[in-house]
């Protein structure tokens, strides 16, 4: 069956990094369009970034431009996602998301790993 499996959450400080896996299983990763989302407290789940299949389209959210980056091996079927210049509002539940198309109705989700970001 497939599975989506996030990692590499944790506490930070501002200012600091951490970088997100997700590895996946149970379909053909590469031809995935494969997308970070964030949830915070008491709000609504929102885009972070996404990556099609071959590697070779990027689209990133206004918030995160500049200090995310978004990259994937597809030998090893796992997504990343590189955190740096962390702020507290990037603070939340962290999922990674896999779909044929971004116009698919089918698509797959993660469990989600935390990060927290906190002096």
């Known amino acids: 069956q497939v599975q989506l499996v996030e990692s590499g959450g944790g506490l930070v400080q501002p200012g600091g990094s951490l970088r997100l896996s997700c590895a996946a299983s149970?379909?053909?990763?590469?031809?995935?369009?494969m997308t970070w989302y964030r949830q915070a407290p008491g709000k609504e789940r929102e885009w972070v970034a996404l990556l099609t299949g071959t590697g070779g389209s990027t689209n990133y959210a206004d918030s995160v431009k500049g200090r995310f980056t978004v990259s994937r091996d597809n030998d090893k079927n796992t997504v990343y996602l590189t955190m740096n210049s962390l702020k507290p509002e990037d603070t939340g539940v962290y999922y990674c998301?896999?779909?044929?198309?971004?116009?698919?109705?089918?698509?797959?989700w993660g469990q989600g790993t935390q990060v927290t970001v906190s002096s």
């Open positions: 149970g379909f053909t990763f590469s031809y995935y369009v």
């Open positions: 998301n896999a779909r044929r198309s971004m116009s698919s109705p089918i698509q797959y």
